[in-house]
């Protein structure tokens, strides 16, 4: 297991220098320099401000530099806001964007889980068919035309919901129903599946024949095997969720780090593009690891390779 | 012991004719997938959408005089009528014009991607799996570690380096976007090449290169089919995010995503504007998937009856 661990981190660091390493040279490779604006600066100006960030030595050395301070969880100054510096940006609107994504996660999680078991334990009535046009509804809007649709009719027509910003627990609805819409059409659609098969299996027989009782079966043998594959899911869901608030907190005015990373895409602030991708890229890649690590104790089945035996 | 006479034996009449009788029609593998892939309701009801999706992309934008880039700004929002069907946007172009020359766009970033990373993925994979051993090892090292990458962070990096346009978006998605396939197919070919047949294949002094694309990669077919099925509409609603945040092909062209994304700041006054390219998005979504689906279902002989 700790052998296991050690190598998937080592494949980690390796993926994290891959992509710091691309992202330093493609930024550099990005057209403009980072002072070129509307208006020219003077000479002077530039070569201060070149020098005061740095951006006059060669490019090892600025490279060699930004993995030490990366290392160190210095992602830079921010060339078009003076005096904010990237983490600022982290600190600042990580928070309200990891709330708004747990909300979702929950909501996609158990509402998935629901209506899949639903679906299944239905199969083939009218309850299954409803969940799965739901859930393929859910996977063929894309979520910025689900999040404008909910805002128009919930929030500006039926007045249930506070239209945008980010202030109370009420503000929070929409923006993680929309969120969580897609990954909950995706949980659904997989715990369906992996429902039916497991009902189909042998020992789900034996526990009828033993004489427990239909909710006995379902809760005891049959969901704890079933939810699995949801389990394995949960790495590239979190990818999901967090892509889709770029979009999501643009659309209802939330002051989250999408909305900055969405900002700074518009306004080609490189440092931040390059540190916000980063940051995410390190919480994603920690995230799969810890999903992955976690399956490994939930399934019994699941030896992880360079594992003890007996384990 | 009793005695039993010859006479009580009598040969019975062989009806070698009967017992050689096939009841049912020979069927071919792949004639067995396309009977019961219609069969499935869903899946034919997407694919006649796609069909007629596609027509539309074509002929489309020829049923109206209206051209997608002409800017006519006596009339602009202008709701649908007879004139304009679906009605105009902001600069006064025709929406029906637009919308079925965005078809043609998106449709082609769906399957322009899709059909690369088909085509890099099947090399990957393919000689991945059939060489095996170190090249194996060091291939899939090479996929793990770029299929870590956020796939939606790297396009949107590209994206904003490269510039916006249609090349480099198709570009962008396929970087990283072929690593499914290619792992799809491995896994297939590892399973295939133990086969006796490309044992037999082998002895007879085929090359590696004959084994793997008359053998390997034609016994391979309904997984990649089903993959690229299923991999054209995520790029499609790539194109859509992307469009969103201001990184989709730039103007005067039109795609679905740019449209959409349009409409959405106009919703409130002009929904048209947003209603057609959303509702095309979300049925040629909802087509390739239940057609993606349909497939997986129909090669799968587990489910047939």
């Given at each position: ?6 190598r998937?981190?080592l494949?980690?660091l ?5 992509i710091?390493?691309?992202?330093f040279?493609?930024?550099r490779?990005?057209p ?7 208006k020219k600066?003077p ?8 020098e005061y ?18 290392a ?6 921010s ?11 982290i600190?600042d609107g990580?928070?309200?964007?990891f709330?708004l994504g747990?909300e979702?996660?929950l909501?996609?999680v158990?509402?998935?889980?629901l ?5 299944a334990?239905?199969h083939n009535?009218?309850?299954d068919?409803g ?9 063929s809007v894309p979520?910025?035309i ?9 929030a500006i027509k039926?007045?249930?919901f ?5 202030e109370?627990l009420?503000?929070t609805?929409?923006?993680?129903l929309?969120l ?6 995706f949980?659904?659609r997989?715990?369906r ?11 789900i027989r034996t526990?009828?024949a033993?004489?427990?009782?239909r909710g006995?079966?379902?809760?005891k043998h049959?969901?704890?095997?079933a939810l699995?594959?949801v389990v394995?899911?949960?790495?590239p869901l979190?990818?999901g969720?967090?892509?889709?608030s770029f ?7 939330i ?5 900055h990373?969405v900002?700074s895409?518009?306004?080609r602030?490189?440092t931040?593009?390059m540190?916000?991708?980063?940051f995410?890229?390190i ?5 799969v690891l810890l ?14 390779a360079?594992?003890?035996?007996g384990? | 012991?009793q005695q ?9 009449a062989?009806?070698?004719g009967?017992?050689?009788?096939i009841s049912r029609?020979?069927l071919?593998?792949w004639k067995?997938v396309?009977i019961?892939?219609?069969k ?6 997407g694919?006649?959408l796609?069909?007629?999706l596609?027509f ?6 020829h049923?109206?005089?209206y051209d997608?880039?002409t800017?006519d700004l006596m009339?602009?929002?202008q709701p649908p ?11 006064g172009?025709d929406v029906?014009?637009?919308t079925?020359?965005g078809?043609?766009?998106?449709l ?5 991607a899709?059909?690369?990373d088909l085509?890099i ?7 991945s ?6 090249t ?5 090292r ?8 956020p796939?939606?962070?790297l396009v ?5 380096v490269?510039g ?7 570009l962008a998605?396929?970087?990283?976007g072929?690593?499914n396939m290619?792992?799809i197919?491995?896994?297939?070919v ?5 086969q006796e047949?490309?044992?037999a294949?082998?002895?007879l ?16 077919m309904?997984p990649i089919?089903v993959t690229l ?9 790539t ?8 990184l989709?092909v730039?103007?005067?062209?039109a795609s679905w995503?740019?449209m959409?994304?349009?409409g ?8 048209w ?5 959303a509702?095309f ?7 390739f ?12 002989p587990?489910?047939?009856?």
């Open positions: 297991m700790l052998r296991y661990i050690g998937r981190l494949y980690m390796l993926s994290l220098f891959l710091i390493t691309a992202t040279f493609l930024m490779a990005a403009g320099g980072p002072f070129s604006g509307e600066l000479p002077e100006i530039e070569k201060n401000l070149n960030y740095g951006l006059d030595r060669p490019w090892y050395s600025q490279y060699f530099d930004y993995l030490v301070s990366v160190k969880w210095d992602f830079g100054p060339f078009k806001y003076k005096g904010q510096t990237v983490n600022d940006l600190s990580f928070p309200v964007s709330f747990m979702a996660l909501i996609a158990s509402i998935g889980i209506l899949g078991i639903i679906a334990l239905n009535k009218w309850q068919y969940a799965m046009v739901f859930a393929v509804l859910g996977i979520s910025f689900m999040a404008s649709v909910l805002q128009y009719f919930l039926l007045h249930l506070p239209v945008a910003r980010w109370s009420q503000h609805v929409l923006p993680a929309a969580a819409a897609t990954p909950m059409a949980i659904a997989l715990t599946s992996s429902m039916l098969e497991v009902l189909s299996n042998d020992y526990a009828k033993k004489g427990l009782s006995q079966i379902t809760v049959a969901i704890r095997n699995l594959p394995t899911y949960l790495g979190s990818a969720i967090l892509t889709g979009v999501i907190e643009k659309i209802f005015g002051p989250g780090l999408g909305s990373f900002l895409i518009s306004n602030d490189y931040v593009i540190g916000v991708t980063v995410y890229s919480l994603l890649l920690a995230s999903v992955d690590i976690a399956y490994g104790f939930i399934d019994p089945r699941i030896k992880l360079g594992g003890k035996k384990e | 012991m039993i006479p010859k006479e009580m034996f009598q040969p019975a062989a009806e070698l009967e017992a050689e009788k029609p020979s071919s593998y067995d396309a019961r892939f219609r499935n309701k869903l899946a034919m009801f694919l006649v796609l069909v007629l596609v539309m992309a074509i002929f489309g934008p049923m109206t005089k997608y880039a800017n009339n602009t929002n009528s007879s004139k304009h069907w679906f009605g105009t946007d902001d600069l172009r029906f014009a637009r079925w020359y078809a043609r766009i998106s082609f970033i769906g399957l322009a899709a059909l690369i085509l993925g099947v090399l990957w994979g393919g000689i799996g059939l060489r095996g051993g170190r194996d090892e060091v291939m899939m090479i996929a793990d570690i770029l299929w870590a990458v796939y939606l962070l949107i990096i590209l994206m904003v490269l916006q346009g249609l090349g480099t978006m198709i998605m396929t970087i990283t072929w690593i290619a792992r197919v491995r896994g297939q590892l399973q295939l090449k133990s047949y490309v044992l294949s082998q002895t002094g085929a090359s590696t290169s004959r084994i793997m694309f008359k053998h390997l990669i034609p016994n391979a309904g089919l099925t299923l991999s054209i509409p995520s790029a499609i609603f194109e859509a995010f992307l469009s969103y945040l201001g989709g730039p103007q005067p062209l995503g740019t959409a994304s349009d959405v700041q106009a919703m409130q006054y002009y929904p504007r947003l209603f057609f390219p509702t998005i979300c049925l040629t979504i909802f087509a998937n239940v057609v993606g689906d349909g497939l997986r279902d129909a090669l799968d587990r489910l047939r009856k």
